[in-house]
């Protein structure tokens, strides 16, 4: 078992990494690729989003579920399907959905403590602004627990990152 999470935490670490060194054009938030921010909500705690193109993004939270009382890693691939017409040019709001896992660890059950992973679908919408490198962004993203039980699993939030190139 602590070979699966060792091979999951590293894919994980990967995933970021892999996005902080893709020679790309510029996206996102004023042109910028790689941000990295706070998450609030369930879970709590620090978030990244990396850019590989236009529109396809790999994001990850490293949290703290204080609804389970677990440490929680979370690592999604996003698509921006649409931006939502305004009338401003400072900024846009692009409309997002992917697919992605989530692994809890030590987390408080009904009867005891233990590991869980599964599967999330993340649906959100960002305010990207042109003059500033930032992000604001709301996401929900229910989902399914396949280990060690299967249940529906629900996570969410509000956040902000900044992005530094």
């Not at 042109?130 to 509000?158: H, K, N, W």
């Amino acid at each position: 078992m602590k070979k699966i999470y060792s091979l999951i935490l590293s894919f994980f670490l990967f995933s970021l990494l892999f996005t902080a060194h893709v020679k790309a054009d510029d996206y996102g938030p004023e042109g910028k690729r790689f941000g990295a921010g706070l998450y609030l909500g369930d879970p709590t705690g620090f978030t990244g989003k990396g850019y590989i193109s236009e529109k396809l993004a790999f994001e990850g939270i490293s949290a703290w579920s204080f609804v389970n009382d677990s440490f929680t890693l979370i690592t999604n691939v996003t698509y921006d399907f649409f931006t939502l017409p305004v009338s401003s040019e400072k900024v846009s709001f692009p409309f997002y959905a992917g697919v992605g896992g989530k692994f809890a660890f030590n987390k408080k059950d009904r009867n005891n403590r233990r590991n869980s992973a599964g599967l999330l679908v993340p649906v959100g919408l960002a305010a990207h602004f042109t003059e500033y490198p930032i992000e604001i962004f709301i996401e929900l993203a229910p989902g399914m627990e396949f280990a060690p039980q299967t249940e529906v699993d629900f996570s969410g939030g509000i956040g902000a990152r900044f992005y530094f190139f």
